[in-house]
């Protein structure tokens, strides 16, 4: 019974991408609890960027148009 959630009568089952958002939540829930813990203050986590967004960072920087200068 993998993956089947048992509720009353009914049965639902989970797929495999909620399994994966759930434990992605669960993760970066986890790691925010721990750095306050260890005293943090800012506990935000960064925001993805896009596939797209980090292939233009590489490409500039490539180019010298980067923040370092390249």
Same mark, same amino acid.
């Given at each position: 019974m993998?993956? &089947?959630? &048992? /509720?009353? /009568?009914? *049965?639902?089952?989970?797929?495999?991408?909620?399994? @994966? %958002? #759930? &434990? *992605?939540? /669960? =993760?970066?829930? $986890? #790691?925010? %609890?721990s !750095?306050? !813990? *260890?005293?943090?203050? $800012?506990? *935000? !986590?960064? &925001?993805?960027?896009? =596939?797209?967004e980090i292939?233009?960072? #590489?490409? $500039?920087?490539?180019n010298? @148009?980067? @923040? $370092?200068?390249?």
């Open positions: 993998r993956g &089947v959630v &048992v /509720t009353g /009568t009914v *049965e639902m089952s989970i797929s495999d991408d909620a399994k @994966r %958002a #759930y &434990v *992605e939540r /669960t =993760k970066a829930a $986890n #790691y925010q %609890a !750095l306050r !813990l *260890e005293g943090f203050k $800012n506990t *935000e !986590l960064p &925001v993805a960027k896009s =596939k797209q292939i233009d960072k #590489y490409i $500039n920087q490539k010298g @148009r980067g @923040r $370092n200068g390249g």
